[in-house]
């Protein structure tokens, strides 16, 4: 939990979808502090930190959670408990299943409904809440206690990762423009060019835009990206059955062989085809090093003595090298050899097959 920073980077869950107005996700949203989402939030539990607009409503299944200075251009439905802080705008109307904590100066112009507790105050922060709460708890000797409010925290009950939107990002149907990293995961559906220093799309997705970063880019198998794909100082990499529909600029470009590219290649080093780009598989190291020694790697049925040797392994007694040098071996099987003196061969001189003759197998060379 403490760890490092959650929001240091723009994380698509797979399975998101981004429509004309709104972020669908099977997950919880987290959006970091001073952002700009132009765009309905729909998923699990929503938290904002503080000076987040959304351009639309909030549909959270699980709690809100909503940071001072908050502006929300739309309404905001909450399955469980809401927590607004102070000063925050929702130009709509909140409508709260569970209870609902607000703080000062908090404006709702049409209103608000709650089936739970309603408390007038400065909600304090998650993750000082828990603090102060464990420290009681373990203060008095409820270890036990504490465990399980751990353990809860920890507990999930929903399987999908969450939306990950960093500090002081960007998003709308334009564009995702953030500062940090940006992964895209498996079987996703966006609008807009993504705007990130490097930049990972997973398998299966579609983005309705173009891709540029400073680093690399990595586009997995089976996506389309409608737009270019364009990064400074970085390489590009695209997967098997990937299309790009427009050009491709980059330092350096390895493009699977199924891969498709409707546009210009513009590399200023190396383009290559492959079967799978390296960007895509992670070899076993000692296969790595035993390629690089060019040798089998050890344990593999064609390393040889030497190379048992190499690995401090001791080969068994009854070893035999599969290749051994020309001349130091013996065959194990008898064989008559291919080529024979004309004298020690079992046909006689004076057959004709042998010879010359008129039913030689190499007929007399004819005058020119």
């Given at each position: 939990?403490?760890?490092?920073?959650p929001?240091?980077e723009?994380?698509?869950p797979?399975?998101t979808?981004?429509?004309?107005?709104d972020?669908?996700t099977?997950?919880?949203?987290l959006v970091?502090?001073?952002?700009?989402?132009?765009?309905?939030?729909?998923?699990?539990?929503?938290?904002?930190g503080?000076?987040?607009?959304?351009?639309?409503?909030?549909?959270?299944?699980?709690?809100?959670?909503l940071?001072?200075?908050?502006?929300?251009?739309g309404?905001?439905?909450v399955g469980r408990?809401?927590?607004l802080?102070e000063?925050?705008?929702?130009?709509?109307?909140?409508v709260?299943?569970g209870?609902l904590?607000?703080?000062?100066?908090?404006?709702?112009?049409?209103?608000f409904?709650?089936?739970?507790?309603?408390?007038?105050?400065?909600?304090?922060?998650?993750?000082?809440?828990?603090?102060?709460?464990?420290s009681?708890l373990?203060?008095?000797?409820?270890?036990?206690?504490?465990?399980?409010?751990?353990?809860e925290?920890?507990?999930?009950?929903?399987?999908a990762?969450?939306?990950?939107?960093?500090?002081?990002a960007?998003?709308?149907?334009?564009?995702?423009r953030?500062?940090?990293?940006?992964?895209?995961?498996?079987?996703?559906?966006?609008?807009?060019?993504?705007?990130?220093?490097?930049?990972?799309?997973?398998t299966d997705?579609?983005?309705?835009?173009?891709?540029?970063a400073?680093a690399?880019?990595?586009?997995?198998?089976e996506?389309?990206?409608?737009?270019?794909?364009?990064?400074?100082?970085?390489?590009?990499?695209?997967?098997?059955?990937?299309?790009v529909?427009s050009d491709?600029?980059?330092?350096?470009?390895?493009?699977?062989?199924?891969?498709e590219?409707e546009g210009a290649i513009?590399?200023d080093?190396?383009?290559?085809l492959?079967?799978?780009?390296?960007a895509?598989?992670s070899?076993?190291l000692a296969a790595?090093?035993?390629?690089?020694?060019?040798?089998?790697?050890?344990?593999?049925?064609?390393?040889?003595?030497s190379?048992?040797?190499?690995?401090g392994e001791?080969a068994?007694?009854?070893?035999?090298?599969?290749?051994?040098?020309?001349?130091a071996?013996?065959?194990?099987?008898?064989?008559?050899?291919?080529?024979?003196p004309?004298a020690?061969?079992?046909?006689?001189?004076?057959?004709?097959?042998?010879?010359?003759g008129?039913?030689?197998v190499?007929?007399e060379?004819?005058?020119?």
């Amino acid at each position: 939990m403490f760890g490092s920073d959650p929001l240091e980077e723009l994380a698509i869950p797979d399975g998101t979808h981004v429509e004309e107005h709104d972020l669908v996700t099977d997950g919880d949203v987290l959006v970091g502090g001073q952002s700009d989402v132009e765009l309905g939030v729909r998923g699990g539990t929503v938290v904002a930190g503080e000076r987040v607009t959304f351009g639309g409503d909030i549909e959270a299944d699980g709690d809100c959670r909503l940071d001072m200075w908050c502006d929300v251009d739309g309404n905001v439905l909450v399955g469980r408990d809401a927590y607004l802080g102070e000063r925050v705008h929702i130009t709509g109307q909140l409508v709260v299943s569970g209870d609902l904590d607000v703080g000062d100066d908090v404006d709702i112009d049409r209103g608000f409904e709650a089936n739970g507790w309603i408390v007038i105050r400065n909600p304090m922060p998650t993750i000082v809440f828990l603090f102060v709460y464990l420290s009681q708890l373990l203060r008095i000797g409820e270890e036990e206690a504490a465990e399980e409010v751990l353990e809860e925290f920890r507990t999930d009950d929903r399987e999908a990762d969450p939306v990950v939107v960093p500090r002081g990002a960007s998003v709308s149907d334009d564009a995702w423009r953030v500062s940090t990293p940006a992964t895209v995961g498996d079987d996703c559906r966006m609008h807009g060019n993504v705007r990130a220093t490097d930049i990972a799309v997973g398998t299966d997705t579609e983005i309705f835009g173009s891709l540029r970063a400073k680093a690399d880019i990595r586009v997995g198998a089976e996506t389309v990206v409608h737009g270019d794909v364009t990064t400074k100082g970085g390489d590009v990499a695209v997967g098997p059955g990937a299309t790009v529909r427009s050009d491709i600029s980059c330092a350096d470009c390895e493009l699977a062989e199924s891969a498709e590219v409707e546009g210009a290649i513009r590399a200023d080093g190396e383009t290559s085809l492959v079967s799978e780009p390296s960007a895509f598989t992670s070899p076993d190291l000692a296969a790595v090093e035993a390629r690089a020694d060019d040798r089998p790697a050890a344990g593999s049925d064609t390393a040889t003595a030497s190379d048992t040797a190499d690995t401090g392994e001791s080969a068994p007694d009854d070893f035999e090298p599969a290749v051994v040098p020309l001349g130091a071996g013996e065959l194990s099987v008898a064989t008559d050899p291919a080529v024979v003196p004309l004298a020690d061969a079992d046909r006689p001189w004076s057959d004709p097959a042998a010879t010359n003759g008129d039913d030689a197998v190499v007929p007399e060379a004819e005058p020119r």
